[in-house]
């Protein structure tokens, strides 16, 4: 069991050429690109340690395609922080997993990516005080997404018939 009132999850891609932020490729180029992934991973771990010496539980690093990438390592080894591949599936499959690994071991769990680099501590601290009241909280995000969902148990009904990275996530 945690000693905090959540665990935080950040999802982030490996901050590989051609494989993170694709979709700014064409403006940055795949190095560009790349170089933006492991900014917005470390700003991410950051805020989320941040929120875990606050008093938040521990702090998991979810990655793809797997562990291995040099970025992740480099936080593996900080204290507070555990870490797991994202394993396979769309983004709902792994998002619904994070949930149901955590289910027996944290009063709640917030889940968050590395695209919201405005997400700090004292949000993730708010979010984890409105769970304690509420079943589910989210941050939405200005593209009809959310940056942040936190549930007090899994709802995997909530990550299924999806279609991702549309206005209509929200």
């Known amino acids: ?22 979709r700014l490729i064409p403006a940055l ?5 790349a170089a933006l992934a492991q900014w917005l991973l470390d700003r991410t771990m ?20 797997d562990m291995s ?11 507070g922080v555990v870490c797991a591949p994202q394993g396979a599936g769309d983004l709902g499959e792994r998002m619904a997993r994070v949930f149901e690994r955590w289910r027996h071991d944290a009063p ?4 968050i990516g590395t695209d919201a680099p405005r997400l700090g501590a004292d949000v993730l601290l708010a979010a984890a005080e409105a769970l304690q009241a509420h079943d589910a909280v989210f ?4 593209d009809g997404g959310y940056a942040l969902v936190g ?9 299924t018939g999806m279609r991702w990275s549309t206005a209509d996530v929200m």
């Open 1 to 22: 069991m945690t000693t905090g009132r959540c665990v935080v999850v950040v999802m982030a891609k490996a901050p590989v050429p051609g494989f993170a932020k694709t």
């Open 29 to 33: 180029g795949a190095e560009g690109a």
């Open 46 to 65: 950051a805020a989320a340690l941040a929120a875990s010496a606050a008093g938040l539980g521990p702090v998991e690093l979810c990655g793809a395609p």
């Open 69 to 79: 990438h040099p970025a992740f390592d480099a936080w593996a080894d900080r204290p």
């Open 108 to 111: 709640g769990v917030l889940l």
């Open 139 to 142: 941050v939405p995000a200005c």
């Open 151 to 159: 549930l007090r148990r899994p709802a995997p009904q909530l990550f």
